[in-house]
């Protein structure tokens, strides 16, 4: 285990520690943060998915979670959203590629060599986790913004015995059918529509894949909300398949992280009472 | 008034806004962040000073304080640290110039054109923020950090009348007893070092300034404590002027916003309580 410790900073009572080390599935570094809650471990951990152009940094920087995460004695992950670097296929636009990579395992040239965020997420940086840090993988939640949101969605739909909770804010719920999923998907995946059903949300549940309940914030001044995110989408999916789904339209509120402080409490309150036990 | 909205989003109920306007004093554009809570205004007014390398973005974006600022009802300024473009003077340090106006007002070339912030914070943008937002200057009180600490003790001690709640996180306690300072002052106020003391928390209560207390706190792993913070100087200075100090040292804490996070609520109930009326 080559793990590095980039920076280690005393937060709330706990650690907010940033890390670094040569990832097998990516065949790159692969950078995440932890916050580490005060008080005897293990603990419970959640992970937050981040969405199109950020880092481990965003979320960490800028969603304030750690202050309620220290009081709930839940441990953060926030990993980053792709593999990096000069030998990493690219595009120029924000929305594939670097800072992109949908949490998928890529089968398509030029992506397939170091794209393989769903392995990378699904097994390689939890067993990481699991030796290093003092965290109870007995007891997992996830969330995840806007393309994280997907991605929290899918990994958990997939993988519903490793999750207790799983919660999003403002998710593509459904790549197969807006503008940002298709280009990824197909340029991730190929053509063969058939190979991106598991990477979205309303398709799996549609397939038979279920989870216990689901939490989504929106805003409803989101920009992106009527073009790529479609909540209705998933609305109707869990209706149909019986899924409880709490989606809460909030007046007002975009797609930043402005509007992601503001209820991430809420959300961490609510990943808290399925990960006690 | 040619004030201009950046951005604007709503957060914790509130508004997170970001601003930009034609500077009389520093004869550039400057921008400041505003975060005006919900309910009915005008509310109660906590200025932040950022310190060396900052904007009006890192206390914004960094602190989480919008969500007890907008539970107690107060708004919150965070304007930039400098002026900044390509006709303004810069040094190749971090310390000096752009990102670095300490807060004074310079008399030296090539400085004293732009580098008026002593003016601008204590004169001109209170005026733009209470021409165009419901603020109410009756009752003000004013945070900073580290250089942006200097610059809130020295503006509250000059300015008693004005602020009815001074605090600080990591303040440079005495800019004329430390290399950041002598650096900075020296630069901006030339070599004379009685024109230093109005810049010098502890020079400035020597000289008679008061104001009724203060709060710091103070990071015990902060790595510039010892050569360039000094609140040794800070408590000395207050313990033979008389001025209550409450000094609060945290064991295993930095210089970072992970340290100002997580004490920001405490600074802001203690605003809160003062400015009441």
Known sequence: MNLETLSSHRCHGGVQSFHRHASAETGTPMRFAVFTPPGAGPY????FLAGLTCTEENFTVKAGAQRKAAELGL??????TSPRGEGVADDPAYDMGQGAGFY???TQPPWAPHFRMRSYIERELPNIVGEVFPADLARQGIIGHS?????????????PERFAAVSAFAPICSPMNCPWGEKALSGYLGPDRSAWREYDACALIEDGARVAELLVDQGEADPFLETQLKPELLEAACARAGIPLT??????????????????DDHLRWHAERLKR
Chains 1, 2 share one sequence.
């Open 44 to 47: 419970p951990v959640v992970w």
């Open 75 to 80: 441990m953060l992950i926030a990993p980053d």
């Open 104 to 106: 998928v395992d890529a």
């Open 147 to 159: 393309m994280g949101g997907h991605g929290a969605l899918t990994i958990a739909l997939r993988n």
């Open 247 to 264: 989606l809460r339209r909030r007046p007002g509120y975009d797609h930043s992280y402005w509007f992601i402080q503001t209820f991430i």
